[in-house]
């Protein structure tokens, strides 16, 4: 136990991540330690990252340069998540300041290593791999192996990829979550799908999925403690292999959506290639299963999608469109693109759009493409010059912002059910979420104080490109 020690933790990246912490708050707390607000409050200073774009981890390392001065007061830092697991012992060169590296696979050996950082009592800057005669590529420790490294850097725990397929990978005793009506569940880590720009495979390893019995009992759980709306979580969610045999991701949908008190029901992300029509049968079937998918695309041509060994053509992934604009519900969709990717032409890039068009998204996240480490990408040749990525990325939201408008405004006059998620006090409006996930922020009458979690009817008045505005239905 650490008595009165503070922890401040801060997080980049993907719903993953922010599940990840959840559970190394969890953790810290029930270590004794206290979550505290700011850098200068905390004992210990984690950063949660995320490599999947240089930018997010370039993010990470200006943090520890700014902060570093906050070590002469006896402050440890610790890196864990993407970057952690991708950089490994690399880290102390760059910031010898850190005390801890922590891979996602290992958050449940977070006790011991705190264990080791309390006991080692020692401060003091870790000598570089080359201060310490070191050379050649950085090696991760045996993940499993959970000794103390005692040599030179008796705080330094590295950890390595755990493929293993245990329901333990997906540690949730201590997640601390942070909304109290809605919340994550992981069900499948790691990816084994190797597109050709991402990291993923290389931080996460493996495919590996929980068992049903398991992401059911957690559900159960949830909603007993009041939870109303659930997230399934994965890099390919719908990748999902029941350990046990007894359900395909399909009717694990199904069932997770039955539990009694659970009226929401969302999944993310999914993979186009592993997206089945029962899924489309299930959001039909299932009153829980909320109306919006989000699957990412990255690109409308076949020519990049086969560079990108993204496994499915243009007219597959379309084929997935069509399933779900036929299905009984109006299912919100969403996607993700990469521009620039290498040998992209205006053609290629003209098909993304003419495909944005064709499928007409309730939203995008879309993305210059940057070369990553170990990528398979990175043997291709990134001739495209930024300032034309800059340029087709500018193209491609303004052509979905128009997209979006049209969309949006199509909900002008219909009453949507929205879970209330907090007030704007400045606008004096209350913020909602429909089941196609978009936001739709509310006036209520003078009387009338909606409960923050509980489920209402509005009426929309007006629409924005990312919103929906209306009235409380009294
Ligand atoms: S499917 Fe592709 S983009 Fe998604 S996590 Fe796996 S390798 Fe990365």
Redesign the pocket.
Known sequence: MCGGKTFYLETFGCQMNVHDSEKVIGTLLHEGYRQVETVEQADLILYNTCSIRDKAEQKVFHRLADYKKLQAEGKKFGVLGCVAQQEGEKIFDRAPHVSLVCGSASYRNLPQMLEQLETAGDTASHPSRKERGLSGAPTLTDPHDSRPRTQDSPLVRITGLDDRATDKCFETEYAARTNPHRGYITIIEG?????A?????FT?GKERSRTSDSVLAEARQMADLGYTEIQLLG??VNSYKDPQGKCSFAELLAAVGEVPGIKRLRFT?S?PRDFGRDIVEAIDAVPTLCDHVHL?V?SGSNKILDAMQ?LYTREAYLERIAWMKSAGRHIAITTDVIVGFPAETEDDFMQTLNLLDEVGYDGIFSFKYSPRPNTPALKLDDAIPDEEKSRRLEVLMQRQKEIQIANYKKYIGTVQEVMVEGKNDARNQWIGRTTQNKTLNFTVPDAQVPQVGTYVKVRTIQSFPNSLLGELVV
């Open positions: 990816c084994d799908k190797f597109c720009y991402c990291v993923v495979p996460r890099q390919n992300t993979h990412p990255q993204r």
